[in-house]
């Protein structure tokens, strides 16, 4: 069992910078990948970021690419997303997921945990 904990949500306002933080606990050698993914009210939940533990690689939501940023600190077991020039439009909860086998890496389906989400509230 791996469990996962978000931190680092916020009120920020457009253009501002947050940096989001999921710690990973428990069997932490049975994931292959942590990804981050948002749900705004009325919507479903999208994707956001991925980073895979080897080789590291990363891929972005087009709606993010070159203002998010993904990455790990292994030895804490850490992932983070370093959130600049946010939008309105980046409102919405955050949830961080870690993913024990393979799958589309888009799809919430295929991640195996989940944290409890933390908001982040952009306003204009």
């Known amino acids: 069992q791996v469990q996962v904990v978000e931190s680092g949500g916020g009120l920020a306002q457009a253009g501002d910078s947050l940096r989001l933080s999921c710690a990973a606990s428990?069997?932490?050698?049975?994931?292959?990948?942590m990804a981050w993914f948002r749900q705004a009210p009325g919507k479903e939940r999208e994707f956001v970021a991925v980073?895979?533990?080897?080789?590291?690689?990363?891929v972005y939501a087009n709606s993010v690419k070159g203002r998010f940023t993904i990455s790990r600190d292994n030895a804490k077991n850490t992932v983070y997303l370093q959130m600049n020039s946010l939008k309105p439009e980046d409102t919405a909860v955050y949830y961080c997921?870690?993913?024990?086998?393979?799958?589309?890496?888009?799809?919430?389906?295929?991640?195996?945990?989940w944290g409890q989400g933390t908001q982040v509230t952009v306003s204009s």
């Open positions: 997921a870690a993913r024990k086998y393979g799958g589309s890496i888009y799809s919430p389906t295929t991640y195996n945990y």
């Open positions: 428990g069997r932490t050698f049975s994931y292959n990948a």
């Open positions: 980073i895979t533990w080897t080789p590291g690689s990363t």
